[in-house]
């Protein structure tokens, strides 16, 4: 390489520049100094004969040739100033350059972020993709010739060097991505010359091998002279390399602007790969190092995408050595990083570097890796699984041979799976086995059910170990989790998409069939096997009852498994005699009510042990019943296994309410009375007529009952059962609300009137129930003394549990209002809480409001300014700086729930203004600053509309009642301002 490449200011007139003829033309046309970069931008053209061509006007007259092609670099940049023949031979590059950045920075000013080679769309990619298509096709076909004749790429070099250095952001931004292109093409020709060499010289070692007489002298000198001259060019060429990337790359891969600093790690990673004899030194890694520290996730991630090809070849791993030791704990902490596209590549590096380095990462390194399969997030749990799984659960090569103790073999996967309960145990995440199968669901082992089946059935044979309760509850918990996952294609909560459900394809229906399929062939025989060997298990048996959802249950009769049904029906009646746990009762009666479906071929055989299990219910409940009654008529207090067994009976029976319709047997009336009874137990706090939970059963079994005959439309005295039922509701809602059952009597109020509010013959709202249903929510949801209480309580599960029945309570009123069952109005005391109680509850009253605007604009509209109205009346006394703050940000908040449509909301934006003012000058209360918070939906007034607002807030100014006080001067002018604001912007 010549000595001129070391110059800054190297122009035309160049000592080193060999003699050119002069030519006729010594001002070029813009048009035609363009049409290099029109064409290259356009991409409507080979940019291979697009280069030929050039070639071939440069052999022609390298001056015309050169400032064609610097002209396409600088409108490249996005400039519009035309490169002379005279200015390259008059002028400085450098002073060339800055002329040219002074009349881009004149002609464009902001022009920043908007140049022809930034941004992510479709044009820029484009762009960026020619031009560096172009630069390597030019050195490709220059490479035997033109390359090293010390003029070419001597200009080319110095002028993308100082373009690099400029300030002027669009020509380091373009400048940088041609060099970075062109040491990547620089490279590209360094490695085809060292392959060529290497085949010379083993061909010339092969020829000095022969003989004497055998040997082609002439052919042998030729190509030693031929191999002297390759090593020059390569000399030529690794001189231009390290010297960019000594001017370049240096001083840009730190540059100031993001994308920049991704062009030169992206390229240094492709010479790397490419070139690993120049660049895999530490000299050079270390530019890949100091990067993973950026505080730009897209310059971290470009940086660990050029490491990573590096960690997954194994030739590599020996020159990685110092690197890794320098840098571990950075790759490491990436796993955690908060851009989880990053986070992805840095467990898939580590998983490399784990490969082919198995020493280098340490147990708590591993640790921190594996914790990463509960993730929320897919992308990194996947990427934790995909880790976990090359850790710990690769098969061996070397298959044991392990037999059970009645000689089945063992299955491949057994010590996999194994592993992986024990794995699940040691990670303490009890409720997160559905976490973990969906990290592991492309590993077999996970959808191994004859394998797992056999771990648990059958006995363990000489030299297995057994496993333990734990072990045996882990493994049930992740099979059943499988199994929802591969049938039904369920994402565990907070994974996949915001609602929570896959939109499934046509091949994932099939193949979810397809495992259905395949799932019921093989639990339909060994199904009773598991639930009467873990039947006394309540952990175990509530998980096994659940497997029947998962299954074809058609396929008992289609397969000739009538055997096996009737075995599990059999166990059924066993589950519900034996137990006495909510869980596993209510798993029994819903695995019922699948296998008694009208439609299915067994349903007679289904139907009639049903109805046996009712009989035996109801029974079991009435003789209860009969033993608790006798021990309060004599004046006896119940024992506790008296009491027990009472509320076990109801429990049952409510249990079966939910799921099973006990058609006209007469039992409504019964559990009435005991309602009644418990409820004025429960007022009067008196032992009586059972405990809360007794009372709370018999409260349900009630509701249940009411749903069952309205599905069934048993309409004789449904209206008079519907009336009583609900007076009882809304005593214990009014005189016991702290109770838990006046928590179940509201939801049950409300379920009714939504279920029955489509039927004024049954049941008719009036204000009383509406009004002491805002009392309830007022005095126990929307109440700072119960959210005190939650905040200092010691128990995180109990606080949560609690939350969530506040919620649940909440949704179900804010149902009677988007059913339209409740007028609107009051809604207005749960908007009132929007700000105050966000964090609890602001999701489910966005989501009500939300409903109502979409049903009535006006209606939503009056809603927000009755909240607004109703918030300003809570205040005692003067309005505070503090509190009309807050009610501003309340205001800004609603007018955003109003959504951006301005055309579709025009109306109510107006009725907003046209009601608060009203209100605000009105004679019943001072309420003038309230105009202070209106101001908030002043935006939401359409250019057009706000004459007329203005007009009418004169006219109600102009009534007396309030004078030209700052609240109304700052109303009005938030109208007049926008319109100005406005109007200058449209015009």
């Known amino acids: 390489m010549s000595d001129s490449l070391l110059l800054q200011n190297l122009s035309l007139n160049s000592p080193s520049r060999p003699p050119q003829p002069t030519s006729r033309l010594t001002r070029p046309m813009a048009r035609q100094e363009d049409s290099l970069y029109t064409a290259v931008a356009g991409g409507k053209v080979s940019l291979h004969q697009l280069v030929s061509d050039w070639l071939e006007e440069y052999k022609t007259n390298k001056d015309l040739a050169m400032v064609s092609m610097v002209q396409f670099f600088i409108s490249a940049c996005g400039c519009s100033g035309q490169v002379t023949l005279e200015m390259m031979e008059d002028m400085e590059q450098g002073e060339m350059i800055n002329m040219l950045a002074e009349q881009f920075d004149k002609e464009t000013p902001g022009v920043a972020g908007n140049y022809p080679v930034a941004g992510q769309g479709a044009a820029a990619k484009k762009l960026r993709g020619n031009l560096s298509e172009f630069i390597l096709q030019l050195v490709k076909q220059a490479q035997n010739s033109i390359l090293y004749d010390q003029y070419l790429m001597d200009n080319l070099v110095s002028l993308l060097t100082m373009l690099s250095a400029s300030q002027v952001r669009p020509f380091r931004h373009t400048s940088t991505l041609s060099s970075m292109s062109l040491m990547t093409a620089l490279v590209h020709v360094w490695v085809t010359v060292s392959k060529v060499q290497q085949n010379m010289r083993q061909y010339l070692e092969r020829e000095e091998d022969r003989s004497s007489n055998q040997r082609e002298l002439d052919k042998m000198e030729k190509l030693a002279t031929r191999l002297e001259e390759m090593e020059e060019n390569q000399e030529e060429i690794q001189k231009m390399v390290t010297y960019m990337f000594k001017s370049v790359f240096v001083h840009r891969y730190r540059d100031v602007v993001d994308d920049i600093r991704c062009v030169c790690l992206t390229e240094l990673g492709v010479w790397m790969m490419e070139c690993p004899a120049l660049f895999m030194e530490d000299s050079y890694l270390k530019y890949l190092g100091w990067p993973l520290h950026d505080k730009v996730g897209s310059v971290r991630l470009c940086a660990i995408k050029s490491l990573l090809p590096l960690y997954g070849c194994r030739d590599m791993k020996d020159k990685l050595v110092l690197f890794t030791e320098k840098f571990k704990d950075r790759l490491v902490s990436l796993v955690l990083d908060k851009d989880l596209e990053v986070a992805v590549c840095g467990i898939q590096l580590l998983q490399a570097l784990a490969k082919y380095q198995p020493n280098s990462l340490t147990d708590n390194h591993c640790e921190m890796v594996y914790e990463l399969v509960y993730s929320t997030h897919r992308m990194v749990a996947r990427a934790a699984g995909s880790f976990l ?176 049904l009737d075995g599990l029906l059999k166990l059924l009646t066993e589950v519900v005699e034996k137990h006495t746990e909510e869980q596993v009762l209510g798993e029994a009666f819903k695995m019922l009510e699948l296998l008694c479906c009208p439609q299915s071929a067994s349903y007679g055989k289904c139907d009639a042990k049903r109805e046996q299990l009712v009989e035996v219910v109801l029974m079991q409940f009435k003789m209860r019943l009969e033993e608790y009654t006798s021990f309060l008529t004599e004046d006896d207090e119940p024992g506790d296994e008296e009491r027990f067994t009472y509320e076990l009976s109801l429990l049952k029976l409510r249990l079966l309410c939910k799921h099973h319709d006990l058609g006209e047997r007469e039992v409504w009336e019964l559990l009435l009375d005991i309602l009644r009874r418990g409820v004025e137990s429960n007022q009067q706090d008196m032992s009586g007529w059972g405990s809360e939970e007794a009372t709370l059963s018999v409260l349900l079994c009630c509701f249940y009952s009411l749903l069952w005959d309205k599905k069934a439309d048993r309409r004789r005295d449904l209206r008079s059962k519907v009336d009583r039922f609900m007076m009882l509701c809304r005593e214990v809602v009014v005189h016991a609300p702290a109770s838990m059952l006046a928590e179940e009597a509201f939801i049950s109020i409300c379920d009714l009137l939504v279920v029955f509010g489509g039927d004024e013959e049954l049941v008719r709202p009036n204000a009383a129930i509406v009004e002491e249903l805002v009392r309830y929510l007022e005095e126990k949801v929307f109440t700072d003394l119960e959210r005190r209480e939650m905040e200092v309580q010691d128990d995180e599960d109990a606080r949560v549990e609690k939350l969530l029945r506040k919620r649940n309570i909440l949704t179900c009123f804010c149902k009677l209002v988007v059913m339209k069952v409740i007028p609107a109005k009051y809604f207005t005391m749960v908007l009132a809480n929007y700000m105050s109680f966000f964090h609890e509850f602001g999701d489910i009253i966005k989501a009500a409001l939300g409903e109502v605007r979409d049903s009535s604009r006006d209606m939503c509209a009056r809603v927000i300014i009755m909240a607004l109205v109703e918030t300003f009346d809570k ?46 000058l009105g004679q019943e209360k001072d309420r003038v600053k309230l105009l202070l918070v209106i101001t908030e939906f002043s935006g939401k007034v359409m250019k057009q509309d706000r004459p007329r607002v203005v007009d009418f807030f004169n006219r109600e100014v102009s009534k007396g009642r309030v004078g030209e006080v700052e609240e109304v001067v700052t109303y009005r002018n938030s109208l007049l301002g926008l319109q100005r604001v406005v109007t200058g912007e449209e015009d």
């Open 875 to 920: 205040i005692e006394g003067e309005v505070s700086a503090e509190q009309l703050k807050e009610m501003k940000e309340l205001a800004r908040r609603l007018a955003m729930l109003l959504g951006l449509d301005m055309q579709k909301n025009r109306q109510a934006a107006v009725l907003i203004h046209r009601e608060g003012i009203q209100i605000a």
């Open 389 to 564: 799984q090359q850790r710990l659960f690769m098969p061996s090569l070397a298959a044991e041979k392990v037999r059970t103790k009645r000689g089945k073999m063992r299955l491949s996967n057994t010590p996999l799976l194994r592993d992986l309960v024990q794995f699940f145990i040691e990670s303490d995440r009890p409720g997160y086995e559905a976490y973990l199968v969906d990290s592991l669901i492309d590993n077999p082992m996970v959808k191994d059910w004859e394998c797992m089946t056999d771990l648990l059935v059958e006995e363990c044979g000489p030299g297995e170990e057994d496993l333990d309760d734990s072990q045996e509850t882990a493994l049930i918990m992740l099979m059943v989790a499988s199994m929802k996952q591969v049938v039904m294609g369920e994402d565990p909560p907070g994974r996949g998409s915001a609602t929570g459900k896959r939109v499934q394809t046509a091949k994932d229906i099939r193949q979810m069939a397809v495992e259905k399929e395949m799932l019921t062939n093989h639990f339909m025989a060994i199904l009773p096997s598991l639930i009467h060997k873990y039947l006394p298990d309540q952990v175990k048996v509530s998980k096994l009852l659940t497997i029947p959802q998962f299954m074809n249950l058609e396929m008992f009769t289609t397969s000739r498994q009538e055997r096996a």
